[in-house]
C-alpha cells in the first residue's frame, strides 16, 4: 500500500525549496561566466596593447588563445567569440565604476582564481541578454535595455522583440532630452499614467497583417490569445482583469473591450478597440466609462482610472478639441499590427516633434 504519511503541502514546498536552490544556482553559474569573459576581454586587449606591434599580431593571439581554451575546456572559445568577449570589455569596460567592481570581484591565489562578492557586481544578465546588447551602438539605447531586462527579467526572446519594436524609440517620442536621458540611466520609471503610455503600440504578435479588413471583435479575440505578449507590450505592472467588461445604468448596458489594472499606478486601466481612424464619439465613450469606474468600481485606495483607445489612425487636433485641458486620464494611441521599419519611426518622430 502507498503511504500517506507525507501531505501534499509538505511535498509541493520541498520541491519548490529544491527548484529554486537549482535556478540560484544557474543564476550564480551565469554570473559568474559573465565576469569570466569580460575578464578574458580585458586580457585581451592589455595583451594585444602590450605585445608585439606588428600586423596581424591581434589575431595571432585570438586563433592560438582559441586553440589552447579549445583543447583545454571545449567548445565555446572559437575566435568568433573570443571577438565577442573583447568587445564585451571594450563596450562596458568604459564605465570606471564598473570596471572597478568587476576587479575586485576576482583574487588570484597561487595560480587559482577565487570569485567573491559577486551579488555586488554590476552584471545582471546572461551572456546572450549582452550579446544582444553589444549591437547596439546608441549607449542611451543600449543601456535602456539593459536596465529594462534586468528590471523585468526578459527572456532573450523577449528583450530581441521589445527591441525589434523599436521600444525606446516609441517612449522618447513625448519625451523631452531630460526625461530621455532618464531612461538611460534608470529605464522606465512610472510616476504618472503618460508615463505608462506608448504611441504608438506595436501589435505585430496577433498575427493580423496591417491593411486588412478584419472586425473589432476579432481584433480583440487575437489579442486575448496573445495575451502575455500583449501584457509585455502594455508594460510593467499590468495585471488582465476582464475582457467585455458589462457596465449597467438606467436600463442600457456598455461593453468595455478590455479591463487592466496596474499595480505601480494602483488603478484600473481600461482599453477600447477601434478599427479605422478615432472619432470625437470615441473619446466620449471611453471617458464615460472611465467616470463610471471611478465613481462606481474603484476604491477609496485607488487611483484614477486610465482610458486608453487604442486605434488605427488618429487625428490629434480631434484628441485635443474633444478633451478637456490637461487632460491626464484619457489617452489615443495608434497600433501597428507590423513591426514598423526604421521610415516609419522617423516619420512618427517628425509628426511628434
Not at 11 to 16: D, F, I, M, N, P
Request: net charge positive.
Amino acid at each position: 500500500m502507498k503511504s500517506n504519511l507525507l501531505n501534499s503541502n509538505f511535498l509541493e514546498r520541498a520541491v519548490g525549496l529544491l527548484q529554486s536552490a537549482r535556478q540560484q544556482v544557474v543564476q550564480q553559474v551565469n554570473l559568474i561566466m559573465v565576469h569570466t569573459y569580460f575578464e578574458i576581454g580585458r586580457m585581451i586587449i592589455e595583451e594585444e596593447q602590450g605585445g608585439e606591434k606588428r600586423a596581424g599580431y591581434g589575431k595571432g593571439l585570438l586563433k592560438e588563445l582559441s586553440n589552447v581554451l579549445t583543447q583545454e575546456f571545449g567548445k565555446g572559445f572559437s575566435v568568433d567569440n573570443l571577438e565577442k568577449m573583447r568587445k564585451f570589455y571594450r563596450t562596458y569596460g568604459k564605465s570606471e565604476t564598473l570596471s572597478r567592481i568587476s576587479k575586485k570581484t576576482i583574487t588570484k591565489t597561487q595560480n587559482h582564481f577565487r570569485w567573491r562578492d559577486l551579488e555586488q557586481t554590476t552584471f545582471k544578465l546572461s551572456w546572450s541578454h549582452y550579446i544582444t546588447l553589444m549591437r547596439m551602438e546608441d549607449e542611451n539605447e543600449r543601456s535602456f535595455y539593459e536596465i529594462e531586462a534586468a528590471k523585468n527579467n526578459w527572456s532573450i526572446r523577449e528583450l530581441k522583440r521589445q527591441y525589434n519594436s523599436a521600444l525606446y524609440t516609441r517612449l522618447t517620442l513625448s519625451r523631452d532630452k531630460k526625461q530621455v536621458k532618464k531612461l538611460a540611466k534608470k529605464g522606465l520609471v512610472i510616476e504618472s499614467a503618460k508615463d505608462a503610455i506608448k504611441d504608438p503600440y506595436v501589435l505585430e504578435f496577433i498575427g493580423l497583417p496591417e491593411q486588412t479588413s478584419y472586425s473589432e471583435n476579432e481584433l480583440e479575440q487575437a489579442i486575448i490569445n496573445k495575451l502575455e505578449m500583449f501584457l509585455l507590450e502594455l508594460g510593467t505592472g499590468f495585471t488582465f482583469v476582464a475582457r467585455q467588461k458589462r457596465i449597467s445604468f438606467e436600463g442600457k448596458h456598455f461593453y468595455i473591450d478590455l479591463v487592466f489594472f496596474n499595480r505601480i499606478l494602483n488603478c484600473f486601466v481600461l482599453i477600447d478597440l477601434k478599427i479605422g481612424e478615432l472619432k470625437h464619439q470615441d473619446l466620449g465613450q471611453i471617458q464615460m466609462y472611465v467616470n463610471y469606474y471611478d465613481r462606481k468600481i474603484k476604491l477609496e485606495s485607488e487611483h484614477k482610472t486610465i482610458g486608453i483607445i487604442l486605434c488605427q489612425d488618429k487625428n490629434e487636433a480631434v484628441v485635443k478639441y474633444t478633451l478637456p485641458e490637461n487632460e491626464k486620464q484619457i489617452f489615443a494611441s495608434k497600433y501597428k499590427t507590423v513591426l514598423p521599419s526604421k521610415k516609419d519611426l522617423k516619420h512618427l518622430i517628425k509628426e511628434v516633434g
